[in-house]
């Protein structure tokens, strides 16, 4: 069964308690749940990993290219200040989505800049939970590849 990797960066973890009118009212684990079901419809199998350092991060991104199809990458504020991340996302030549809550380019300056985003296949913001399951779709579309 083809396997995605499901990517989370800092402060994720706090989603439904932080910010809840920018990030929305659903936990991590909620938003995972609606994922793993969505998922199994398609013969996805699904793996999950937050973390709030950076270095994790590229380890996983690292790991995912012996066994994913793809990575959901929601890379949180290191979408905006990692250059170690983006490096990472160009090494691993498989394709990655960026995913974010918000419509970052609806925010403040500094959230409008992405140093992933040239090195992703696609970036999906602004569809709240829905952004990671738009990510999913496009992994699943007869034309991806």
């Known amino acids: 069964m083809p396997s995605i990797l499901v990517l989370n960066g800092p402060n ?5 308690k932080r910010e809840p009118d920018i ?8 938003i995972n749940s609606r994922l793993e079901k969505q998922a199994k419809k398609v013969g996805i199998q699904l793996k999950f990993f937050q973390s709030n350092i950076e270095g994790e ?10 066994w994913a ?4 990458f929601n890379p949180g504020g290191y979408t905006h200040t990692s250059v170690a991340i983006r490096d990472a996302i160009a090494a691993i030549e498989i394709p990655v989505i960026e995913v974010h809550l918000s419509n970052i380019d609806g925010r403040e300056e500094f959230r409008r800049i992405s140093l992933i985003a040239p090195v992703c ?22 034309k991806f590849d």
Do not use: C
Not at 23 to 30: D, M, Q, R, T, V
Not at 126 to 142: I, V
């Open 121 to 142: 296949k696609g970036s999906i913001a602004g569809f709240g939970w829905l952004s990671y399951w738009l990510a999913l779709q496009a992994f699943t579309a007869e």
């Open 12 to 16: 994720l973890n706090l989603l439904g």
């Open 69 to 72: 199809l793809g990575v959901i």
């Open 57 to 66: 991060l590229i380890n996983a991104l690292h790991d995912a290219r012996n």
């Open 23 to 30: 990030y929305g009212e659903l936990s991590l684990e909620a």
